[in-house]
């Protein structure tokens, strides 16, 4: 149960992360250089961003050390890209497309076969 729980946590808190990031840039970006200047696009909202990202990259060391690398890292790439293609689609208004939809298919189906035991 616990084990669970830190792998959603994790997801939440990565998707949430970016999720904030891209909000806090408005397609401009955290960095960029404007007639020959750096300059740096910090928001509220890209800071909340950062922080969460990086809450969700200590929690990643913590499970990558408790499970087998094998295991962990699909399962968590894959609950991610599902968490951001809803995100994707709910606050940025992204397209749902065949090929998108075929190939989150395949992730829960690959996430599925992970979780299986072998008996």
Request: proline content about 1%; aromatic content about 12%; some cysteine.
């Amino acid at each position: 149960m616990l084990n669970a729980l830190l792998i959603a946590i994790y997801a939440i808190t990565t998707s949430a992360g970016l999720v904030s990031i891209k909000l806090g840039t408005a397609g401009v970006g955290l960095a960029r250089v404007v007639d020959g200047r750096f300059q740096l696009h910090i928001t509220t909202m890209s800071i909340v961003g950062i922080i969460l990202y990086g809450v969700s990259f200590l929690l990643y060391t913590f499970l990558i050390a408790r499970f087998n690398l094998g295991y962990i890292i699909p399962v968590t790439t894959g609950i991610v890209y599902i968490l951001i293609f809803i995100a994707s689609f709910w606050i940025f208004k992204e397209q749902f497309t065949l090929v998108k939809c075929i190939g989150i298919a395949l992730v829960l189906i690959g996430v599925a076969l992970l979780n299986l035991n072998g008996k």
